[in-house]
């Protein structure tokens, strides 16, 4: 069984940043891709970024490009979301997720394909 927890949400004004950590445990082994999600009240949970465990490719959404990098630390087994210049329409449950096989591989920003997620945390930004 393999766990993720999210840490690092929280309040914070627009403009602000903050760097989101997710933390794999259990039976950790090396994964094929982690990415992060978030819903916003009302909305359906919608792709972030992602990262491939080997090599470090990176996938972002558009709406979070040039604002957003994630990164990973395989020792730990940890994934990074840093989030700059942030906005209230950020404001969102955030999830982290994994895929242990590599289905991700058809597409990094399809929630079905990943195999793992976190309970959330969550991000609040004020105007």
């Known amino acids: 069984q393999v766990q993720l927890v999210e840490s690092g949400g929280g309040l914070v004004q627009a403009g602000g940043s903050l760097r989101l950590s997710c933390a794999a445990s259990g039976r950790t082994f090396s994964f094929y891709a982690m990415a992060w999600f978030r819903q916003a009240p009302g909305k359906e949970r919608e792709f972030v970024a992602a990262?491939?465990?080997?090599?470090?490719?990176?996938y972002y959404a558009d709406s979070v490009k040039g604002r957003c990098t994630i990164s990973r630390d395989n020792a730990r087994n940890t994934a990074y979301l840093q989030l700059n210049g942030l906005e209230p329409d950020d404001t969102a449950v955030y999830y982290c997720?994994?895929?242990?096989?590599?289905?991700?591989?058809?597409?990094?920003?399809?929630?079905?394909?990943?195999?793992?997620w976190g309970q959330g945390t969550q991000v609040t930004v004020s105007s």
């Open positions: 997720a994994a895929d242990r096989i590599g289905r991700t591989y058809s597409g990094e920003n399809r929630e079905v394909l990943y195999d793992y």
């Open positions: 990262i491939r465990w080997s090599g470090g490719n990176t």
